[in-house]
């Protein structure tokens, strides 16, 4: 068993050592009716050989992104990442080593982590980010949260456009304390009917842009008037890289910043895991949930980062912490800030446009299909086409021709009545071939 | 005589007794490094990428056109970045961490390989699921090995982080009682003063009012305070087994018919599994639900603080509010039921987006088939016999907390050793580091005065643990004879000093900011 | 002045009451970083929190030991709660409160106090 150091003979020696006769000396205080002799009933040890080979069987049974043509967003976007982020990420001091407790050697760990905090605050145009969450609709759910605590108000107004999963995760959690939540049907360009819901009652409206639709909007006047009503402004972002060609959220007068980060630094990874980004004003900054770095010096006066207003966190609030968080996203975050180190502004820019660029093209090309009507009107690099047939099916048989067409919006949510409408994400690495093979795939399909 | 090379030149060192600084603060193979925004880094770009084709005016005043603030840096530089970083952190692959609670055990390379195989990590969570059917056969597959591992009918997937499959555990015995009316009165949750602070984090995030129950002597839960306690008020309790003292829990059937006798929930905090896996099974001692932390014992990398993953077993009374989505295997395939109508009616909801965490599953069941259901009866065997070899070789030099009986797979020590010394926990912890160990946990559990609590995993050698039992009698002794600048300073030989952690807490910094007059970042 | 079993104190000049915590508190705690003082007109009641006082490691709820109306917290200390270590028991105060009930029934006088932290 290659994990396993110990000899026969080591074991032996320790028995010895401890002054037990046998291993089961030491498993004394289990419950006679609880103890099991022999095996569980599972497959016996196997050889990394073995191991591969049924793994890789389950592989194979997938199609895989880069093998088709593919237009999946919905939340999860495929881009290219560079060959150096997943090699630094495996490094033995990343890969393997802890959360920073212990600052003296954990530096690495720590300045890295300064590094992802001012990335993301500036990405986001925030002024204060933390050190990554779970995921964009675990952030979402804390935001509300942390909107109810520094408003003292109970109650969410979530527009049309957020994403339905992050909708009910976010209703899942919240309304567990206590905490209500009023969720506008789904909507392709109406983030702003959050407005007429502000009421006296309303901790913070919530919008998503780009949306689940694909709509870019600017929120400036949603912020307007949540402020003016004491409300808080969160702003849901699923797609990091729309940040380098649209007005970031905090321009726009955001409170409170819950996005994916997953889109640069960390593959699709069926779902997981992903990168929460989590970024706020500096005056709410106690009410954050999550880990946060600082700046501080050490006993020779030399610039180090340690965790800091920890006191926020459940390992010393306990039953009165903001959040019952103890993990972030680590090794996914180390991931993003190389891959933003990597790409920098101007990289970035320039990836954002390529993805627009696509998505433009996309559009054209299935808009000129009879029977497809693009309901997006301004989008970044996804949007929504209404089709004379649901969605859902045209998808399957695509599919069944080797074309992931995209999302229908009813996988999302079936009871919204869009069962015909096909959400279409494209980004650098969408080719005009696939464009191509999508468009006359589709007109088919349609016919 | 010809000769090809004529320049000699010497071959033995100079015995050199001074020992002059360097000019510029390097320190050999150890590199200084600054914030990627304090370099050069403005303006450049580390990426190739295409012109685009489009300048997005078409979004007339949605772009962006103020400065970001984000510096980019050529592959050399970057690499250089973030190796010379890399340097400064202790990791598992280089010495112990002998954590308590945490299970710092060796990460295998297999499980990276596996998650990195396309099929697998280049799919995407809402592609149609006859083109993912190897997803979902994996996912259910670790399914069956966490369900048949705890004896437990049913898991929930997709909690992100252990804390997470608290919440989800709890949420579900909420559900639970609401759906035979009883949520109203049943506010009250039971922990053990011992108990992680997630426990009462989550049990009051969930709207439960915490109860505290008291530990004996030994160590381990008061039966009696805890029968006192349970009454039709009480929705659950929240034990840990083996316990953070790291004992197991001799009472827990006890625990468990008198809690379920009160109408009330036994939910276990499963950190400590790897003390037990493969050879009780939680299911057996009446548990409810038990969150298993994948990235504690089955293996998956901490990477710095994360990503963790935390699926929850459950028993048959709390299964059916299990959240979306899941995974059903029946004969036309494997199907995914993300939706809480129908087959989900009585979910308590959903806890993320998409499935979870898909790639840790496949580190974890890699880690799981590697070892079979022999290897890992072995692996609890190694880590419990680890944990009370050290507990043997160093109780003559410390005090253990609770120095009768075995212990299980941590053992724990408490600051009674140090009295007169001047020397506290955290002193002796810092001096650790020096000698090349990464501290134990320090302070917890709360129950035990300036707690030690050390857990070296089944993956540590006899040789290491020789190793670390030997640098700890030697600091040990040090501390009792009085050489107390060697603890006070600590550590001396790391790569920071000691940090100022009022200062950064009283002042907090919490990103680099441009300095004023300067047009590079927006804020 | 007086004092509570949970370490606050109380000093009295008519119907307004001064309240912090003790040196003995403010020394367990540790550097003391944040302080969250309660808002004027908040209404407390003997025994329950009103203010939360934070340490780098530690986090302690703060019971009045008067029933009333917050008249002001302490402001100074968001700038600098060092002042509650460097002077618990004068400029480290938390909140002044108009009583509704100055009975110091429950609490102890200086020397009972001495006595009682001789016992912990």
Known sequence: ?447 | MSSMNTVGRPTTPNRVESKPATLTGGRGLLQNEHLIFEGDGWGKTGVDLPEPKTDGSDLGDLVRRDPIGLPGLSEPETMRHYVRLSQKNHAIDLAIYPLGSCTMKHNPRLNEKMARLPGFADIHPLQPTSTVQGALELMDTLAHWLKTLTGMPAVALSPKAGAHGELCGLMAIRAAHEASGQHAQRRKVLVPTSAHGTNPATAAFVGYTVVEVAQTDDGRVDVADLASKLGDDVAAIMVTNPNTCGLFERDILEISRLTHEAGAYFYCDGANFNAIVGRVRPGDLGVDAMHINLHKTFSTPHGGGGPGAGPVVLSEALAPFAPAPWVVHDADGYRLIEREEDEAAQAFGRLCAFQGQMGMYTRALSYMMSHGSDGLRQVAEDAVLNANYIKARLSDVMSAAFPEGPCMHEALFDDEWLKGTDITTLDFAKAMIDEGFHPMTMYFPLVVHGAMLIEPTETESKQELDRFIHAMRLLAQAAKAGDVERFKGAPFHAPMKRMDETRAARQPILRWTAPEGSNIAAE | ?120
């Open chain 3, 1 to 120: 002045m007086h004092f509570s079993k949970d370490h606050e104190w109380v000093r009295l000049d008519g119907d307004v009451a001064t309240v912090g915590i003790t040196k003995f508190a403010a020394d367990a705690l540790g550097d003391v970083v944040f302080v969250e003082t309660p808002d004027a007109g908040k209404v407390v009641t003997k025994g329950d929190g009103f203010a939360v006082v934070e340490s780098v490691k530690a986090a302690s709820d703060v019971y009045a030991p008067v029933s009333g109306e917050v008249i002001e917290g302490n402001a100074a200390l968001a700038g600098a709660p060092e002042t509650v270590n460097a002077d618990p028991e004068g400029e480290g105060w938390f909140a002044k409160i108009k009583v509704s009930d100055a009975s110091t029934e429950g609490l102890m006088d200086r020397a009972a106090y001495d006595a009682f932290l001789a016992t912990l």
């Open chain 1, 1 to 447: 068993m290659r994990y396993l150091p110990l000899t026969p003979d080591d074991r032996t020696a320790m028995l010895a050592a401890i002054g037990a006769k046998s291993i089961n000396d030491l498993f004394v205080d289990v419950p006679a009716a609880a103890r099991r002799d022999g095996f569980v009933d599972l497959p016996r040890v196997a050889g990394e050989l073995e191991v591969e080979r049924a793994l890789g069987a389950m592989a194979a049974r997938n199609a895989s992104a880069g093998t088709v043509p593919f237009f999946c967003g919905a939340g999860a976007y495929k881009h290219h990442v560079p060959a150096t982020v997943d090699h630094v990420i495996q490094r033995s001091e990343f890969l393997t080593s802890y959360t920073p407790y212990q600052p003296e050697i954990a530096q690495g760990t720590l300045q890295y982590l300064y590094e992802f905090q001012t990335q993301v605050a500036n990405l986001t145009g925030m002024a204060v980010a933390n050190a990554s969450l779970y995921d964009g609709s675990t952030a979402m759910a804390e935001g509300v949260l942390m909107a109810t605590r520094v408003t003292r108000r109970n109650k969410a107004v979530i527009s049309g456009g957020v994403h339905p999963h992050y909708v009910r995760a976010t209703e899942t959690v919240v309304h567990a304390v206590g905490v209500e939540t009023e969720a506008l049907p789904a909507a392709v360009d109406a983030e702003a009917d959050v407005i007429a819901c502000i009421g006296p009652d309303t901790a913070c409206v919530v919008v998503q842009t780009p949306n689940v639709f694909g709509t870019a909007t600017d929120v400036t006047r949603i912020a307007e008037a949540a402020h003016a009503a004491g409300a808080l402004l969160i702003v849901v972002v699923t797609e990091a890289v729309s940040m380098g060609l649209l007005k970031s959220p905090g321009e726009m007068g955001a409170d409170i910043v819950a996005a994916e980060g997953q889109s640069i630094g960390n593959a699709l990874n069926y779902g997981g895991p992903y990168v929460g980004l989590f970024a706020c004003r500096e005056k709410l900054v106690r009410q954050m949930p999550g880990r946060l770095c600082g700046e501080t010096v050490d006993a020779d006066g030399t610039r180090g980062f340690v965790l800091t207003l920890s006191t926020r966190e459940q390992h010393i609030r306990r039953d009165k912490a903001t959040s019952n968080i103890c993990t972030n996203s680590g090794l996914c975050s180390l991931a993003f800030t190389i891959h933003m180190s990597l790409l920098g502004e101007t990289g970035l820019r320039k990836l954002a446009l390529l993805n627009h660029e696509k998505a433009l093209a996309t559009r054209d090309a299935l808009a000129a299909i009879p029977g497809v009507e693009v309901l997006t009107p301004r989008f970044f690099n996804e949007f929504a086409v209404k089709l004379p047939k649901p969605a859902a099916e045209v998808v399957e048989a695509l599919a069944g021709h080797r074309i992931l067409a995209g999302v229908p919006y009813s996988r999302l949510a079936p009871a919204a009545g869009m069962d015909d409408v096909l959400l279409v994400a494209t980004t650098e690495v969408t080719t005009d071939a696939d464009i191509k093979i999508l468009a006359s795939a589709l007109a088919t399909a349609c016919a």
